[in-house]
């Protein structure tokens, strides 16, 4: 992208538009770990009930990789707006008053996200446990925590400066 361009847009935007994409390609990374997951599920079935004997670790392999999916789409599910929002009383009030609120509940979000960022980064330095079964290192895990809550931080602040221009009249 040329220095043109940049500027034509605003630098904002660019920076909007480079994590949109940052948490797209991190979403197909945990959605990568579905197949997986579903192979190793039904194999670990069909062993128990035909054979009556499990695959050893399936369980827990099978949380790590579920655990990994859903913390990896976090910040696309907040970027396409697919987490469950109730608006049965704030659609009655007035169009600034809903604005205020998703500011309200943006902030909140954000605070919650940031605690996780640094918690998950703290606890995810500080562990040196393995799991019990397949001797995994814990520390990769609690760090992904800490990732996906950044990338939720970040798409968050998108969302306050969106409803930030909608209050003040401005067109986004």
Same mark, same amino acid.
């Given at each position: 992208?040329?220095?043109?361009?940049?500027?034509?847009?605003?630098?904002?935007?660019?920076? @909007?538009?480079?994590?949109?994409?940052?948490?797209?390609?991190?979403?197909?990374?945990?959605?990568?770990? #579905?197949?997986?997951?579903?192979?190793?599920?039904? &194999?670990? +079935?069909?062993?128990?009930?035909?054979?009556?004997?499990?695959?050893?670790?399936?369980?827990?392999? =099978?949380?790590?990789?579920?655990? $990994?999916?859903?913390?990896?789409?976090? /910040?696309? /599910?907040?970027?396409?707006?697919?987490?469950? &929002?109730?608006? $049965?009383?704030?659609? *009655? #009030?007035?169009?600034?008053?809903?604005?205020?609120?998703?500011?309200? !509940?943006?902030?909140?979000?954000?605070?919650?996200? &940031?605690?996780?960022?640094?918690?998950?980064? %703290?606890?995810?330095?500080?562990?040196?446990? +393995? =799991?019990?079964? #397949?001797?995994?290192?814990?520390?990769?895990? *609690? #760090?992904?925590? !800490? %990732?996906?809550?950044?990338?939720?931080?970040?798409?968050?602040?998108?969302?306050?400066?969106?409803?930030?221009? @909608?209050?003040?009249?401005?067109?986004?």
């Amino acid at each position: 992208m040329d220095n043109e361009s940049i500027l034509e847009k605003g630098w904002f935007e660019t920076v @909007k538009q480079t994590i949109h994409q940052v948490n797209r390609f991190i979403a197909g990374v945990g959605a990568c770990f #579905l197949i997986p997951l579903m192979i190793i599920t039904a &194999g670990d +079935v069909v062993s128990r009930d035909v054979f009556n004997h499990p695959i050893p670790g399936t369980v827990e392999l =099978s949380q790590y990789m579920l655990a $990994v999916f859903i913390l990896l789409g976090l /910040a696309y /599910a907040q970027q396409v707006k697919a987490h469950v &929002g109730v608006s $049965v009383i704030t659609s *009655r #009030l007035p169009y600034p008053a809903q604005l205020i609120l998703r500011i309200i !509940a943006t902030l909140l979000c954000l605070f919650i996200s &940031g605690i996780l960022v640094w918690q998950g980064w %703290v606890i995810g330095i500080e562990e040196k446990t +393995v =799991s019990d079964m #397949l001797r995994v290192p814990q520390y990769p895990l *609690r #760090l992904i925590v !800490a %990732v996906a809550a950044f990338l939720m931080c970040l798409e968050l602040v998108i969302d306050l400066e969106d409803s930030l221009i @909608k209050l003040m009249g401005k067109s986004s």
